[in-house]
């Protein structure tokens, strides 16, 4: 379900341009941008991965942005905000799994002393169901 929100957000335009990505690199990565990688960009994890049951199955994902500027920062949080804290017709396309719901549940804003770069961490609850069995 992770890759589908993934693609979901590489896929957006607006999204894109504030993270200056490309077609080679989407600026979106799990866990931790490569080693030399310049801002802004995401990175991503989750903290629970569904049960495959064939039931429906929640997940955390926590998106940090990074960036140079407070600014950009807020602006690509905000824009996240708007592709995924919506409680109604949802729109990821997957064609694994229905994703019914994405909320807003937490998030954070820090600065990095080491870097001097803006970290905003946003929380996002899904719930979803299998297309097929587990």
Known sequence: MIKDVVA??????????????????K???????????TSPYINYST?????????????VIQFSTIAETFELTRQISLR????????????IPSTDFHIYYSRKVGG???KELDTE?????????FK???????
């Not at 996240?80 to 729109?91: F, G, K, P």
């Open 80 to 91: 996240l905000s708007v592709l995924l804290d919506v409680w109604d017709n949802l729109s």
């Open 27 to 37: 600026k979106i990565f799990p866990l931790l941008a490569p080693y030399g990688e």
């Open 47 to 59: 903290s629970a991965d569904g049960s495959g049951d064939n039931v429906l199955e929640e997940s």
């Open 128 to 134: 979803y169901k299998r297309k097929t069995g587990g």
């Open 8 to 25: 979901f957000l590489e896929s957006d335009t607006a999204l894109q341009t504030l993270l200056n990505g490309g077609v080679n690199n």
């Open 108 to 110: 954070s804003d820090t």
């Open 117 to 125: 770069l803006f970290n905003f961490t946003r929380l996002f609850h």
